[in-house]
C-alpha cells in the first residue's frame, strides 16, 4: 500500500495544478497515516510534486499563477504538519537556511528546515531572495554550526558561487549543505571548489548528514 502510494503523486500533481487545496491536504494527511513519516510525505509527495509542477511551468503547460497556486498549497500543507515535527530532544547546534539572491522558491529549503527541527536543532529559516550580505551579517550575529543553500534555478548557478566566495572569506572553516532542483542539469562541480560545502540531493541524505555532524 505504501509503495501505492508513493508511485501515485502524480494524482497530487493533478490536485494541485487544479487548485483543490482541501483534497490536496486531505492527501498528504492519509498518505501520513499510512507511513508514520513526515520525511516521507516530504521527499515522496511534496517534493516529486513541486519539481514536476516546475518541469511543467518550465515548458509552459502551466501558467505562472497555477505554479504560485500549487506552491502555496504546499506551504500551507507544511505548516498543517509543524506540530508533527516538534521534538523535545534538543542537539544544541544551530543552522541558518536561505534561498540565494534573486531565488524565490523557498518551499524545498523550508522543508530541509524542519528536518533539522526533528532532529533538535534551533532552525533559522530566512526565505526567499536573501541577499548574500545580509545572510553573512546574520551569519555573524547568530554564529551557526551549519549553513544551509538552496538553488532552484540553474542559471543562478554563478550567484551560488559568488556567495561561496564571500562566505569562504568571512568563515573559512563553515559547513555548508548546499541542495535543490537546479543541480539536476548539474553544477556539483561548482561546489567542489570550496572546503567543507557538500551537496545534499534529498531529505534522507540530509538527515543523515545531520545525524551524522559532530
Not at 509503495?3 to 493533478?14: A, C, D, G, P, S
Not at 518551499?107 to 528536518?115: A, Q, R, Y
Amino acid at each position: 500500500m505504501k509503495e501505492n502510494i508513493v508511485n501515485k503523486h502524480k494524482e497530487f500533481v493533478k490536485l494541485l495544478i487544479s487548485g483543490e487545496r482541501s483534497q490536496c491536504s486531505e492527501y498528504a494527511h492519509n498518505y501520513f497515516k499510512q507511513t508514520n513519516s513526515v520525511k516521507a510525505l516530504y521527499e515522496n509527495v511534496l517534493k516529486k510534486s513541486l519539481y514536476e509542477v516546475g518541469k511543467l511551468w518550465e515548458y509552459n503547460k502551466i501558467s505562472v499563477a497555477t505554479e504560485h497556486l500549487a506552491s502555496a498549497i504546499v506551504e500551507a500543507i507544511l505548516n498543517e504538519f509543524y506540530y508533527s515535527i516538534i521534538t523535545k530532544e534538543k542537539a544544541e547546534k544551530t543552522v541558518i537556511l536561505s534561498c540565494i539572491e534573486e531565488e524565490m522558491h523557498q518551499i524545498g529549503v523550508k522543508m530541509i528546515s524542519d528536518v533539522f527541527e526533528m532532529n533538535g536543532w534551533d532552525s533559522h529559516f530566512l526565505g526567499s531572495n536573501t541577499p548574500t550580505k545580509e545572510i553573512i551579517d546574520y551569519t555573524k550575529l547568530i554564529k551557526p554550526d551549519l549553513l544551509a543553500i538552496s538553488l532552484s534555478i540553474y542559471f543562478h548557478l554563478p550567484i551560488l558561487e559568488d556567495m561561496l566566495h564571500r562566505f569562504r572569506k568571512e568563515f573559512p572553516d563553515l559547513s555548508v549543505i548546499v541542495g535543490g532542483q537546479a543541480f539536476s542539469n548539474g553544477g556539483e562541480e561548482v561546489l567542489e571548489k570550496y572546503n567543507n560545502v557538500f551537496y545534499k540531493p534529498d531529505l534522507l541524505s540530509t538527515d543523515s548528514f545531520i545525524k551524522k555532524f559532530k
